[in-house]
Nanobody, 122 residues
Framework: QVQLVESGGGLVQAGGSLRLSCAAS????????MGWFRQAPGKEREFVAA????????YYAESVKGRFTISRDNAKNTVYLQMNSLKPEDTAVYSC???????????????WGQGTQVTVSS
């Protein structure tokens, strides 16, 4: 099992930036990929971005391409989500997850963090 702790959320104005971090511990060697997901009030959980630990290959949702960047620091077992040009519709609880393959499917991830709130004001 992998333990995940997110940080970096907060309140920002539209057009601003935030960087989220996800620190992994435990059986991190069993994880091949990390993903970020988000869930806004009254909406279903939505895939944001994913990255592989080994090669750094990435996969983004269309809604965040060109604005968000996912990266990882293997030495620190930490994954980041740099969010630029934020919009009010980006407001959600953002959670990271550990899985085995690069995929947008939430069911493929078996360890989840508690989430961090991102609020973008207009």
């Amino acid at each position: 099992q992998v333990q995940l702790v997110e940080s970096g959320g907060g309140l920002v104005q539209a057009g601003g930036s935030l960087r989220l971090s996800c620190a992994a511990s435990g059986r991190t060697s069993s994880s091949g990929a990390m993903g970020w997901f988000r869930q806004a009030p009254g909406k279903e959980r939505e895939f944001v971005a994913a990255i592989t630990w080994s090669s750094g290959n990435t996969y983004y949702a269309e809604s965040v391409k060109g604005r968000f960047t996912i990266s990882r620091d293997n030495a620190k077992n930490t994954v980041y989500l740099q969010m630029n040009s934020l919009k009010p519709e980006d407001t959600a609880v953002y959670s990271c997850a550990a899985g085995y393959v690069l995929t947008p499917r939430a069911s493929a991830y078996d360890s989840w963090g508690q989430g961090t709130q991102v609020t973008v004001s207009s």
